[in-house]
């Protein structure tokens, strides 16, 4: 299986500074299609995850542009940029490649100072 | 808008049986691949499940593997999840979702599954 693995455990933000995190996946998520299928996900207290950035770097519908991924091969990172108090929870990636495999990693829990 | 419901979240007794269900609708329910994932209580994210559009392909995780069945029924847009030889590792909240460009587009709001005696 491929492991994914997130840092840091945790981040604390003052509100307006930006704040990213980081994925890295055992093995390349470069697909033989040659997509790359690593996804983020936001997670608030006490809410179901929402996806907010697919392969790679496509921003879902609605997902604020300070949100932003990029990353290529096994190192992939999300950036907020201008954290707001709604950014609070916790941030999960995923992996698609390796179908049906899907894995996540721990998670990166969000703060504000 | 889409909406995903789950329900049949239950306290069983450790080696019991739960049926989980999963209420479509806002989309073509049947033109997406459909998956099971859980979150044991202050854990991360396991994807345990899936069921192709037509329900002809399916698969588990080894950890579900020969206990869960999944399937569906696309005249009733619902999704299920048949849970047997329930186990306190087991207990967790279950989420619905779909699967689209190798990720999960959309998820249910969960339903808490606890396994105690």
């Known amino acids: 299986d491929v492991v994914m693995t997130q840092s840091p455990l945790s981040l604390s933000v003052t509100l307006g500074q930006s704040a990213s995190f980081s994925c890295r996946s055992s093995?390349?998520?470069?697909?033989?299609?040659?997509?790359?299928?690593l996804s983020w996900y936001q997670q608030r207290p006490g809410q179901s995850p929402r996806r907010l950035i697919y392969k790679v770097s496509s921003r879902d519908s609605g997902v604020p542009d300070r949100f932003s991924g990029s990353g290529s091969g096994t190192d992939f990172t999300l950036k907020i940029s201008r954290v707001e108090a709604e950014d609070v929870g916790v941030y999960y990636c995923m992996q698609g490649t390796d179908w049906p495999l899907f894995t996540f990693g721990g998670g990166t829990k969000v703060e504000i100072k | 808008q889409v909406h995903l419901v789950e329900s049949g979240g239950d306290l069983v007794k450790p080696g019991g049986s739960l049926r989980l269900s999963c209420a479509a609708s806002?989309?073509?329910?049947?033109?997406?691949?459909m998956s099971w994932i859980r979150q044991a209580p202050g854990k991360g994210l396991e994807y345990i499940s899936y069921i192709s559009e037509s329900g002809s392909s399916i698969w588990y995780a080894d950890s579900v593997k020969g206990r869960f069945t999944i399937s569906r029924d696309n005249a009733r847009n619902s999704l299920y999840f048949q849970m047997s030889g329930l186990g306190v590792e087991d207990s967790a909240v279950y989420y619905c979702?779909?699967?689209?460009?190798?990720?999960?587009?959309?998820w249910g709001q969960g339903t808490l599954v606890t396994v105690s005696s």
């Open positions: 093995q390349s998520l470069v697909h033989s299609n040659g997509n790359t299928y």
């Open positions: 806002g989309f073509s329910f049947s033109d997406y691949l």
């Open positions: 979702a779909t699967v689209r460009s190798s990720s999960i587009g959309y």
